[in-house]
Nanobody
Framework: QVQLVESGGGLVQAGGSLRLSCAAS????????MGWFRQAPGKEREFVAA????????YYTDSVKGRFTISRDNAKNTVYLQMNSLKPEDAAVYYC?????????????????WGQGTQVTVSS
């Protein structure tokens, strides 16, 4: 069993930055692919970014490329999402997810473990 706890969300003005963190339990975190997803009110949960077990492969949805950066620190069992130049359309609940086996993907249902989410609000 893996537990994921997100933090770092909050209220920010458009153009501002936030860094989300996701702390994972378990000794095998370093072998997991990790992803960030988000869900805005009335919308489906969507892929944002993902990273392979060693950080060598990263994926981003087109709308965040050049603004968001996913990274991980396996020594700290933590994955990060640095979000810059935030836009009102980035506002959502952001979820961290872990995929124990099979490699990094952008597909929501490939991820087995999920955190409780952290709210990001962007004011215009």
């Amino acid at each position: 069993q893996v537990q994921l706890v997100e933090s770092g969300g909050g209220l920010v003005q458009a153009g501002g930055s936030l860094r989300l963190s996701c702390a994972a339990s378990g000794r095998t975190f370093s072998s997991y692919a990790m992803g960030w997803f988000r869900q805005a009110p009335g919308k489906e949960r969507e892929f944002v970014a993902a990273i392979s077990w060693n950080g060598g492969i990263t994926y981003y949805t087109d709308s965040v490329k050049g603004r968001f950066t996913i990274s991980r620190d396996n020594a700290k069992n933590t994955v990060y999402l640095q979000m810059n130049s935030l836009k009102p359309e980035d506002a959502a609940v952001y979820y961290c997810a872990a995929r124990p086996a099979g490699g990094v993907t952008t597909v929501l249902w490939d991820y087995r473990y999920w955190g409780q989410g952290t709210q990001v609000t962007v004011s215009s």
